[in-house]
């Protein structure tokens, strides 16, 4: 039985790519340190259903640990690698910037040593679609220079991929970096737009719209997003084998790929997507822009297709009934 190892597997992108690997038939180790940063319940849920599959082994415990990646990468020898365990949250980082010191730097260098001394056939790393800043240029493509970060958050992720490149070239180790747009969905984080736009409009309280609505996100369905991971899989990082607009390293078995809808979405369109489907309009209170926040994100999603095929998408109007749905059974609202 081949298998796989996940980090973040209580996680919201971290289940729903454990789920559909365990149900092709691999066996998944799966860890997680169930931190505390939004609903500890909401991640123990994910895991326990994770548990009622065959081929899964939870374990808890914290990325940084020194010698816990070690002793997992020796014990289960993964074949593929998927680490999505991460402190995550522009806003967050403002305050907290420590915490996405020791979850995002010092829990990659970790992965990587373990990637190290016990070679998988491929790792995929995720990143975000924040790395690309200030850049204006859209569609954004894995090309286009990012060097331009607006929130710590999206520093310690260009961070790590620029370690999974020296890891890649110095070692010649298989990595991908995936670039996520705006991800929503069931079972999703509370601290996400989608969820917390949906809990106020079903409880009949205004929602804070910022820069006054004048924004617009690659808004990604998680099952889009999953397949899109799945595929990648396979598609290993060979220098000898580009493909058109790769963004294959010149010194490295190394690309960055990015996975979104390819379709940007203005916010309130969003919002009345959110509204439709709860069968409410909002109270909307406008504010300024928040720190960190950029103004749009928009995938350039050609590469991922050329490595992969014909890709799902899933327009919000869907997407947002089924999270709807799936809120008002789990909160019973």
Partial sequence: MKTALITGSAGFVGYFTAH??????????????????????????????????????????????????????????????????????????????????????????????????????????????????????????ETHKADTQMSFYAATKKATEAMAHSYAHLYALPITMFRFFTVYGPWGRPDMAHFKFTKAILNGDPIEVYNHGNQQRDFTYIDDLVAGIIALADAIPDPKAPVPGDSLSPVAPFRVVNIGNGTPVKLMDYIAAIEAACGRTAEKIFLDAQPGDVPATWADTSLLEALTGPRPTTDVHTGLQHFVDWYRSYYRV
Avoid at 45 to 71: D, K, S, Y
Wanted: charged content about 15%; aromatic content about 8%.
């Fill in 20 to 141: 559909a690997l365990l149900r092709q038939g691999w066996r998944v180790i799966g860890l997680d340190a169930l931190s505390d940063y939004y609903d500890v319940t909401l991640k123990a849920r994910r895991h326990a259903m994770l548990e009622e599959m065959p081929g899964f082994t939870p374990v808890i415990g914290r990325l940084e640990t020194p010698g816990l990646l070690q002793q997992l990468f020796a014990a289960h020898e993964p074949r593929l690698v998927i680490h999505l365990a991460a402190q995550a949250g522009v806003r967050y980082s403002i305050d907290n910037p420590a915490s996405y010191v020791q979850a995002n730097l010092v829990g990659t260098a970790e992965l990587l040593e373990a990637v190290r001394a016990h070679p998988p056939a491929h790792t995929l790393l995720a990143s975000t679609s924040s790395v690309y800043g200030a850049n204006t240029e859209m569609p954004y493509t």
